[in-house]
DNA sequence: TAGATTGTTAATCGATTAACAATC
DNA sequence: TAGATTGTTAATCGATTAACAATC
């Protein structure tokens, strides 16, 4: 389907390039080039035109690029005209907090399942949302479409989990949970968020801040 | 102080380093060798030692690496062996899952302080710290050391908030909101967690699975 | 000592930037 | 048309990998 490879470095920007192109289009921006582009994202102009490109040609010889068609383009290919169904595994602090984020929604993750090992939350409703034992996780996927598995539980309980939940048949994992998850379905994809690994990047430019 | 520029690549995989050390020493495995290392990360054996010796020479020839030395030369380059003062600035649900991450407090990152514009939420309690008005939070960041500010708060509101604590004396910011931020003092450093952005790179591979 | 493995230099690969012909 | 700006090729830069002498 996809002609050439593209490069995660070019994928990691794309989100961004969305999230300025939106914040245009709600100030009625109409046109855009590359290079005003560049200077409110502080790329370059030129970062901006090859990223586009392996996607193809959505810009005009001078004029630049039509924000709302751009916006659109780039929305197609980061596959958010769908909908996709979610499950939160791991309703603590984190899982809840995701539950309750309702700009996922608005971008077209729905919640449609939580699930915890905890009896103190099982019952519980987070959302409208009823917090299911993880026993009866195994069914609700394979009854329901679920798109997507957030993991938000204890890294000891995060490998089996994992595991499991790719052999029922989700194809996303987005796992939060301090550890590298293998998984052998080829086609299943794990998205991590590190937050500890993330607050240590920062510790480590507070203390190696160069006074020159 | 610090001899030549350490490339951000490098100091985003220092983390990964450092968890997979402290893995091994739990597991009371006392040296291992880059060959070893690389395979169970998936890395080149090479990338390993290239990484390391940004940093100084912490192995031996025909022996490999002390597991428990270059674990504590991490931490010491990351700047973990400090105690950093944080406030959260917004305590929604993302700010209280945050605060309640015992692991941060494990690792140094210790709260001191929570603010909020909400009354509902001020005067709160959130793991024995009560939750101030953000009015008092100049009065509060100039009588205390605050090494981080969280920020988990709307994004109208970040910037302003960020320029505010920055001109009060706080070097890092952790920043959750969904935007750049632009900080005057060349001192200062931000540190992002677009969870919107990561989830999108997870929905951009589920809609573009080659299936070659 | 012989074998193992580092630290480091050199080679390769990939990503970013510059340049410019094509063209709106 | 003239000016602007793209799409794309070529040049540069930086990061990764390979190779190997040094040495424990």
Do not use: C
Request: aromatic letters at 8%; glycine letters at 8%.
């Amino acid at each position: 389907m996809s002609d050439k490879k593209i490069s995660s470095a070019v994928i990691k920007r794309l989100p961004r390039y969305y999230r300025y192109l939106g914040e245009l289009l709600e100030n009625d921006v109409v046109r855009i080039s590359s290079k005003e582009l560049s200077e409110r994202m502080h790329v370059t102009a030129s970062q901006i035109r090859q990223d586009l490109n392996n996607f193809g040609g959505f810009g005009q010889q001078g004029y630049g690029y039509n924000v709302e068609h751009l916006h659109k383009e780039i929305e197609k290919i980061l596959g958010l005209e769908k909908t996709y169904n979610v499950i939160i595994v791991g309703v603590g602090n984190l899982g809840q907090a995701l539950a309750n984020y309702i700009d996922f929604e608005r971008k077209g993750f729905v919640i449609i399942g939580l699930f915890d090992v905890n009896p103190r939350l099982v019952g519980m409703t987070v959302r409208g949302i009823e917090v299911k034992d993880i026993d009866e996780m195994e069914a609700f996927v394979r009854e329901n479409t679920v798109d997507i598995a957030v993991l938000t539980l204890p890294k000891a309980k995060a490998p089996k989990v994992a595991t499991d939940i790719v052999s029922y048949g989700v194809k996303g994992i987005w796992n939060f949970a301090p550890i590298d998850l293998q998984l052998r379905d080829a086609d299943a994809t794990v998205e991590n968020v590190h937050l500890s690994e993330s607050l240590m990047t920062l510790s480590y430019r507070l203390s190696n801040t160069d006074m020159e």
